[in-house]
């Protein structure tokens, strides 16, 4: 066949860039670019081309169909026919139509000689859609066209093109394109044919080079899943997660993983005889096995921000691994169309305004919001037009097909998927709150039940029973006053740290331990560090049932407590991250999974053995030693040198040594490697006895809430006494001011991370001229105070 007629038809990857989007559609134009551009970075690409949109329209000439589908789409306009009849009869004139000779020819001699550079005789490959009017960064819903996996011959191949060619009208794309205002007779279509990669024999999945929740920009986040990647994308597994630090990759002896979260990923999909694909349950080994190693997940993280910086714009990118070679490859990438796009200067916060009751389902929270409404239980799309329009729609997945009934909803709740499943990008897209991943959601929530989704807290989301009330507000992160005194926040979980990293502040003052050891690990540290001590059977088999996969049981504690603080850690570098060590009492431990064992009975824990005086002694020292641990595995093996310590409930300067020795035997020895040690002043011996703290410390940090209790004696949780419980009596205040000019005297700083501040902005415009440097707050309370903080400056 002639060359240039060929080329007419049929465009080599390699041939093709970014430019290309009219010629080729945007994801061809895209793979093109990469294999272009990229090869040259060791980003491994798949061989392939792709046929153009002259062969195209050559289809559409060849059987007539242009008169025919403008017809089809006009009865559906004037409302004479509905979406569902008319979209199949435009596919069925696709499917029915014959291939230009000279377009065929030109398939297979490429067919052929992709065939040849892997030296077979037929070659498996992937068809993949890719229309003109796709991937912008305006203009995107997931999986508008079709793909077609593991085809193999001439005839196959023909018959998947003809079957691209009529995805240009699937139910959904029409829908679509009506919605945005595209004319349909000018969006045309291009096939991507590339070489399968037997991932079907490994693992696959996709990659985004920011937070998908979130927006952070400073992140790769990985799914990944066994078998081809249909299963991530559609979001019929949880697959697992791994999240990497960008500015880290490349840093030697650093390990910039700051997350990695198993799924269950209960199927995969592989080839079969008979049919292109099908799933399989996995096995025992896979579903407890990560999909990647820490070096592959390195690699795709290395690739994602290569690939992110030609592009200049944050990607959405799809991976496979190849079972045979061992290679990882990029199948595909497109721009990121639901964060990047999102304003800076604008956040919306949700609240639950009364006690949220009975919990029925719990999964990820997507989103960031709340939405009331009922239930509406659909379980196969053929009964999508039974669903109404404001209902909680329930389902196991969703797939492109859904759209349509997704736009309607006010919630989304799924039994299966991921971050990164179409459920999840979808709900994004439409700003709307989904849960997916909740397993049994299906078979609890019942049909008009009346249900709250809630994804306001955490990353986790949750389904309460009733119409809960609730409130918005409206942030506006624009012209924003810069102040003198450091702004910092107030942070329990590594997901709050993530959803509130646009706000205007320098650090987080108060990262909690407690959450991650409460809520993540939930193991007290002795029943890990002692376990063979452990005397109730029941509880073993909690803590064997958590820690299977470690053969030192104190690995568990440690690497969970070191991933989530260094998230947190990650969210505001390189600026001061101050993370309390635990201040649980005892009552607290006691709950914990083998608490009960190493917890003595206390009347009044809240003055009882808590914070400083544990760490030292024989009977905590082998648990506060795992906290040292996962301290020195952020700082010194992830590089978060930004991490402050910070020694709660000391009471006198001889304990404070004390504790510096157990930090000195930990390898946590203050002055070295940056490392600086607060002390959250919250007892009145701290600041009455400041100057000899100061030896000791870097720096106080103010607990308002304890320091009010014990100067004015009175229980911070009585509730008869809750009218006498005020910060801003005269007392505490002097103490506050006096521990200001004895720390800076000094030559200590001194911030606040209590509650008083973010209560009250006029508390915080007393903090101020009493000369504070800093103060921490709860984030929905800062931009408030900084402008109170900016008034108090310029007086």
């Given at each position: 066949m002639n060359t240039a007629k060929q080329d007419n038809y049929v465009r080599w990857f390699e041939d093709l860039n970014s430019e290309d989007v009219g010629r080729v559609g945007g994801k061809n134009a895209s793979l093109g670019e990469m294999v272009r551009a990229l090869k040259k970075k060791d980003i491994r690409v798949p061989d392939g081309f792709a046929t153009t949109t002259t062969a195209f329209w050559a289809f559409i000439e060849k059987n007539q169909l242009q008169d025919k589908i403008t017809k089809l789409l006009k009865t559906y306009q004037q409302k004479k026919a509905s979406l569902q009849k008319t979209g199949q009869a435009i596919r069925n004139l696709f499917n029915q139509g014959e291939m230009p000779g000279d377009v065929a020819q030109a398939i297979f001699s490429a067919y052929k000689d992709l065939a040849g550079r892997y030296n077979v005789k037929e070659v498996d490959v992937a068809a993949r859609s890719s229309a003109t009017a796709e991937d912008m960064p305006k203009a995107s819903f997931a999986g508008q066209q079709e793909s077609f996996l593991n085809v193999t011959g001439e005839k196959a191949l023909l018959t998947a093109c003809k079957k691209c060619f009529a995805s240009l009208f699937t139910d959904r794309a029409i829908s679509y394109r009506e919605e945005k205002g595209f004319d349909h007779m000018k969006v045309a279509l291009s096939v991507g044919i590339q070489k399968m990669v037997r991932s079907d024999l490994a693992g696959s999945g996709v990659l985004f080079t920011l937070d998908t929740d979130s927006g952070f920009p400073d992140v790769i986040l990985i799914n990944a899943a066994w078998g081809l990647g249909e299963n991530v994308v559609q979001g019929t597994v949880n697959p697992d997660q791994y999240t990497v630090f960008k500015p880290f990759l490349g840093k030697e002896g650093i390990d910039p993983i700051i997350e990695k979260t198993r799924g269950s990923k209960e199927k995969k999909m592989v080839y079969a005889k008979t049919k292109p694909t099908k799933n399989l349950n996995t096995s025992k080994e896979e579903r407890e096995s990560f999909v990647l190693t820490n070096r592959e997940i390195m690699q795709l993280a290395r690739w994602g921000v290569e690939i992110e910086k030609h592009y200049d714009t944050p990607m959405d990118i799809e991976w496979a691994k190849d079972g045979e070679q061992g290679d990882l490859f990029i199948v595909q990438a497109r721009p990121e169309t639901v964060q990047s796009q999102k304003t800076v200067g604008n956040m919306k916060t949700y609240t639950l305004t009364q006690d949220p009751g009975e919990r029925l389902v719990t999964g990820l929270g997507i989103g960031q919001a709340i939405a009331p409404g009922k239930v509406s239980v659909i379980k196969s799309a053929q009964q999508i037009d039974q669903f109404q329009t404001g209902a909680v729609l329930v389902t196991t997945m969703t797939d492109p097909d859904w759209v349509p009934i997704m736009k309607r909803a006010a919630a989304i709740v799924t039994d299966q998927g991921g971050?990164?499943?179409?459920?999840?990008?979808?709900?994004?897209?439409?700003?709307?709150?989904?849960?997916?991943?909740?397993?049994?959601?299906?078979?609890?929530?019942?049909?008009?039940?009346?249900?709250?989704?809630?994804?306001?807290?955490?990353?986790?989301?949750?389904?309460?029973?009733?119409?809960?009330?609730?409130?918005?507000?409206?942030?506006?992160?624009?012209?924003?006053?810069?102040?003198?005194?450091?702004?910092?926040?107030?942070?329990?979980?590594?997901?709050?740290?993530?959803?509130?990293?646009?706000?205007?502040?320098?650090?987080?003052?108060?990262?909690?331990?407690?959450?991650?050891?409460?809520?993540?690990?939930?193991?007290h540290p002795l029943a890990l560090a002692r376990f063979d001590t452990v005397e109730d059977k029941d509880v073993r088999d909690k803590i064997e049932k958590l820690t299977?996969?470690?053969?030192?049981?104190?690995?568990?504690?440690?690497?969970?407590?070191?991933?989530?603080?260094?998230?947190?850690?990650?969210?505001?570098?390189?600026?001061?991250?101050?993370?309390?060590?635990?201040?649980?009492?005892?009552?607290?431990?006691?709950?914990?999974?083998?608490?009960s064992q190493f917890?003595?009975?206390?009347?009044?824990?809240?003055?009882?053995?808590?914070?400083?005086?544990?760490?030292?002694?024989?009977?905590?020292?082998?648990?506060?030693?795992?906290?040292?641990?996962?301290?020195?595995?952020?700082?010194?093996?992830?590089?978060?040198?930004?991490?402050?310590?910070?020694?709660?409930?000391?009471?006198?300067?001889?304990?404070?040594?004390?504790?510096?020795?157990v930090l000195d035997k930990n390898g946590l020895r203050r002055g070295e490697k940056d490392l600086q040690v607060y002390i959250m002043a919250e007892i009145p011996t701290n600041i009455l006895e400041a100057p000899a703290f100061a030896e000791r410390f870097d720096g106080f940090s103010i607990g308002s809430n304890d320091l009010t209790q014990l100067t004015l004696g009175i229980g911070r949780d009585s509730e008869k006494l809750a009218p006498l419980f005020d910060e801003s009596e005269a007392s505490v205040k002097i103490l506050i001011r006096s521990l200001i000019e004895s720390a800076h005297k000094a030559g200590r700083k001194v911030g606040i991370c209590g509650e008083a501040p973010s209560n009250d902005t006029e508390f915080a415009a007393f903090l101020v001229e009493a000369g504070i440097d800093s103060i921490s707050l709860q984030p929905d309370s800062v931009l408030q105070v900084i402008r109170r903080v900016a008034e108090m400056e310029q007086n």
């Open positions: 971050r990164t499943s179409h459920a999840a990008i979808v709900s994004r897209e439409l700003g709307i709150p989904a849960i997916v991943g909740a397993e049994d959601a299906t078979q609890i929530l019942k049909q008009d039940q009346a249900v709250t989704v809630s994804c306001a807290k955490g990353d986790k989301g949750h389904v309460y029973a009733g119409k809960l009330e609730f409130e918005t507000k409206d942030l506006n992160l624009e012209d924003i006053p810069e102040t003198k005194t450091r702004i910092m926040l107030n942070i329990g979980t590594p997901e709050a740290a993530m959803r509130w990293w646009k706000l205007p502040c320098k650090g987080v003052g108060l990262a909690r331990m407690e959450y991650l050891i409460n809520n993540v690990i939930k193991i299977w996969e470690y053969e030192d049981k104190t690995e568990y504690f440690v690497e969970l407590l070191a991933r989530g603080i260094a998230v947190i850690a990650a969210s505001r570098y390189p600026h001061q991250v101050i993370v309390r060590m635990s201040d649980f009492k005892t009552n607290e431990y006691a709950d914990l999974i083998g608490g917890e003595p009975g206390e009347e009044n824990p809240m003055l009882g053995w808590r914070g400083a005086s544990r760490y030292y002694s024989e009977d905590y020292q082998d648990g506060f030693a795992l906290e040292c641990r996962a301290i020195r595995r952020v700082r010194e093996d992830m590089g978060f040198t930004n991490v402050t310590i910070m020694i709660p409930f000391c009471r006198t300067p001889a304990e404070a040594d004390k504790v510096m020795d």
